[in-house]
């Protein structure tokens, strides 16, 4: 979906998208150098990324849980709910750092911590728990939601907290009110509707 989003903004903007797939914990400081003129793959906008990067929001996500259909696993409504498994998350972002920031109240209700396994790539996550590697995976709604109906034995829990999503760019960039302004005549014209259909 984030792929698409950025291919109609570039086609909007007349300009060409070269992609360069590459680690998501990578991305960031890579704007800031200049090496990237724009970051897609689903950026959370929080406070903290707001304070070196500029964003174009494009959609309202979050984060969510999925696991195996064989789990017994039902919601995780808090992080407490976690303790003693093993959580996979992609490497350099929100669902790592909402873990981490959170690891201690484990230990502060009497539990088991639990596992917060990191991978570079997708594909690692969801092959860890299928090979029960992992337990659950922790990550984005939409991005789960998607996932569980591409894979056998899946299935999505629920969503724990919503943000926003948006393109990502350097402190100051004139890109970003262009890709605003893109965005908006996506929604306008139809192509932003047509693209969440596709994609669920």
Do not use: H
């Amino acid at each position: 979906m984030d792929a698409d989003f950025a291919g109609a903004v570039a086609k909007a903007l007349g300009l060409e998208l070269k992609r360069e797939a590459v680690g998501f914990e990578a991305i960031l400081p890579a704007l800031g150098s200049g090496k990237y003129d724009v970051g897609s793959g689903n950026f959370g906008v929080t406070e903290e990324r707001r304070k070196t990067i500029d964003f174009v929001t494009y959609i309202n996500d979050g984060q969510g849980f999925a696991t195996r259909a064989d789990s017994p696993l039902k919601e995780i409504t808090d992080l407490t709910r976690l303790c003693g498994l093993k959580v996979a998350v992609d490497a350099g972002t929100t669902f790592e750092r909402t873990l981490e920031k959170n690891k201690g109240r484990c230990a502060e209700a009497g539990k088991k911590p639990y596992e917060i396994n990191v991978y570079n790539e997708v594909g690692a996550v969801w092959m860890a728990l299928q090979q029960g590697r992992s337990d659950i995976v922790m990550s984005t709604i939409n991005g789960l939601r998607y996932a569980v109906t591409q894979q056998k034995n899946m299935k999505f829990l629920n969503e724990y907290r919503r943000l926003d999503v948006g393109f990502a760019f350097k402190k100051g960039t004139p890109l970003a009110p262009a890709f605003q302004a893109a965005v908006n005549g996506l929604k306008a014209d139809g192509t932003y509707d047509r693209i969440l259909r596709k994609w669920g």
